[in-house]
């Protein structure tokens, strides 16, 4: 099992910039179409922004429309975390990244055959680094 990351919210609020702690620490979202990895094509790995926790592979990332990164399936369901949020009037599945909580996105159940689930992820909890 992975250490947990135990920074205390002065040392993210140091670590991240305004932004991403906006949406890793207190569970925002970013604006739909407007993150630098809604429609990335290239192959390669996705990272935790918070703590570098290999997150997804770009094999599973697909096109979903809905203006945010979309996965099928984590790298290991043993990176990320699910919490009922039902924040905003309504029930959903949030993910978080299992080595340091912070907020990623949400899973919703009308993703591709394979798995069936759309992870809708926010492009600034994560760092992308192309295949060589």
Not at 29 to 56: I, Q, V
Request: glycine content about 10%; charged content about 30%.
């Amino acid at each position: 099992m992975t250490a947990k990351d135990s920074k205390s919210e002065d040392e993210w609020k140091q670590k991240l910039t305004k932004e991403q702690y906006h949406v890793l620490r207190l569970k925002g979202t970013e604006r739909p179409f407007s993150g630098k990895y809604w429609n990335n094509r290239e192959k390669g790995l996705y990272y935790c922004a918070g703590c570098g926790a290999p997150l997804f592979d770009s094999n599973a990332q697909f096109e979903s429309g809905c203006g945010w990164p979309s996965f099928s399936a984590p790298i290991s369901d043993k990176d990320v975390d699910m919490q009922s949020d039902l924040s905003l009037g309504m029930k959903r599945e949030e993910v978080l990244c299992n080595k340091c909580g912070s907020h990623l996105g949400h899973v919703f159940d009308d993703g591709p055959k394979l798995t069936g689930l759309r992870y809708c992820i926010n492009s600034i909890s994560l760092d992308f680094k192309p295949e060589v």
